[in-house]
């Protein structure tokens, strides 16, 4: 587990320099079904692209019925972007690891899993970028919101520029 944290930290913090191509955020997170809050931190690489490359790690630490991490990649598809909110749908696959699978009254429990959730988001344009996600887990049955805040490094533009600096400009490179 330390190595993966270990290499997400160093492949992250590279592309940090890469202005505009890189964005780290934190959510805070309700399950419905299990009736539990939690936390999550997340990386989004080409947040201003068509599609986000989105690394995810989250942490029920036991306030409600669960106590689990989980560490995966989502992808999210920008459908719809206006001058202020974009919308998107997102997939997001990660090994989970649930600390208290024993306690569940769920047929054949298991410590480990691998899962699967889709959803769909919605964010605004600025440099600093609240976001709120409904997403149901496939492999669970269950569905939960996140809340949370996404900063893109290298942003200085307004809502009017999408976040890009240049009043709108993007190198070509990038597009």
């Not at 208290?100 to 889709?118: I, L, R």
């Not at 492999?139 to 240049?166: A, D, N, V």
Request: positive net charge; contains cysteine; hydrophobic residues 35%.
């Amino acid at each position: 587990m330390k190595k993966v944290i270990l290499g997400f930290l160093i492949v992250a913090s590279s592309l940090v320099l890469n202005a505009q191509n890189f964005g780290l955020g934190a959510s805070a997170m309700y399950n419905f079904q299990t009736e539990s809050f939690g936390f999550g931190a997340r990386a989004n690489f080409f947040p201003n692209r068509t599609i986000s490359f989105v690394p995810q790690f989250t942490y029920y630490p036991g306030f409600g019925k669960i106590t689990e991490y989980t560490i995966g990649m989502g992808l999210e598809y920008k459908i719809r972007r206006g001058n202020k909110l974009t919308y998107y749908l997102l997939g997001h696959a990660g090994y989970n690891r649930w600390s208290n699978f024993d306690e569940s009254s769920m047929k054949g429990a298991e410590p480990t899993n691998w899962n699967a959730e889709a959803g769909i988001g919605v964010t605004t344009n600025k440099c600093l970028r609240p976001f709120l996600e409904y997403r149901y887990n496939v492999k669970f049955m269950e569905t939960h919101l996140r809340l949370g805040l996404l900063y893109i490094f290298g942003c200085s533009g307004g809502p009017q520029t999408g976040g890009r600096r240049g009043g709108g400009k993007v190198c070509p490179a990038y597009n």
